[in-house]
């Protein structure tokens, strides 16, 4: 295997809750309040085109808004299904300069990779301001064409975040380590904040799919797990490819992706109040670009 390389699951798609727009030249994140499930093909003046799976899960959406979306975990194990850290990114390469858990991190400098602590965005010199934030990837399984590829979520959003680490770690515990096998669909929720000036947020959620509790989603994981098992499938084994190839590169990217990742979830700094920040960072880096935090 090519060292320094991360081996991520198979991508057909991607799962978002927003898009990005342009506005007066310049190309901006806009939030939305419904899914969007779109291919890996971007035109050039349309953006991301639309994946088939979009449009015949939204036949049957109320009003036509995506707003759930049936999904299945690949992995048993929670973390490996969704995978998120504090993360700071080079606005020019999109590469991640950062990566750090609230305990440690590992920086890219100019002597290369150091290990060192991490105290969080809000209190780290490095990434304060909006420059660190939390980066969250989610993948899931959507409709039955591929058994090992998946739709990725990625999100910047600490509800997204908290609340999909949160019902992971329950569901691969209730059911005795059958996450792979859940019946579980992803949920678009709304709430206002003080944050948000009251206006709504969107958040994504994962619960047991409508119809069932929670008691016979489990009786089905059971079942299901009963049945691959005694057609030969080794979901343990799974899982250990699976964790080895994540842990394969210091960093968790795709270099076709990063320019979009930056693009989607940092917008252009306005000029005003970014002086210190970006000495900072020119400092450490040597003539990064600063990066000012979207809201959601």
Not at 1 to 21: D, E, F, N, Q, Y
Not at 168 to 189: D, F, N, T
Not at 199 to 207: K, R
Request: proline share 6%; with cysteine.
């Amino acid at each position: 295997m090519i060292k320094g390389l991360a081996i991520t699951p198979p991508v057909l798609g991607r799962i978002s809750i927003g898009r990005v727009v342009e506005k007066n030249g310049t190309r901006l994140p806009q939030k939305d309040d419904q899914f969007t499930i779109t291919s890996q093909i971007q035109d050039k003046d349309a953006g991301w085109l639309l994946h088939p799976m979009d449009e015949e899960l939204r036949k049957d959406a109320p009003n036509g808004k995506l707003r759930t979306i049936p999904v299945r975990m690949l992995f048993n194990d929670a973390d490996l299904n969704l995978r998120a850290e504090y993360t700071m990114f080079d606005r020019k390469s999109g590469r991640p300069m950062c990566v750090g858990d609230g305990d440690a991190c590992k920086r890219l400098t100019q002597s290369g990779v150091q290990s060192l602590q991490c105290p969080g965005p809000t209190l780290c010199e490095f990434g304060k301001g909006g420059l660190c934030k939390p980066y969250g990837r989610l993948n899931v399984k959507v409709g039955d064409d591929d058994d090992l590829g998946t739709f990725i979520f990625r999100t910047t959003g600490y509800n997204s975040i908290r609340t999909l680490a949160a019902r992971l770690s329950y569901y691969q515990a209730v059911s005795g380590g059958l996450l792979a096998y859940m019946p579980l669909e992803l949920k678009l929720r709304g709430k206002s904040t003080t944050q948000s000036h009251r206006t709504p947020i969107y958040y994504v959620d994962l619960v047991i799919k409508e119809g069932l509790s929670l008691q016979e989603a489990v009786a089905e994981a059971r079942e299901k797990a009963r049945q691959v098992k005694e057609e030969g499938v080794d979901q343990a084994a799974l899982d250990a490819a699976a964790a080895k190839g994540f842990g394969n590169a210091l960093f968790e990217y795709d270099e076709d992706e990063m320019s979009q990742v930056v693009e989607e979830f940092y917008p252009p700094p306005a000029d005003e109040g970014l002086t210190a920040n970006a000495a900072i960072v020119s400092k450490l880096r040597g003539g990064l670009d600063p990066a000012r935090s979207a809201p959601g």
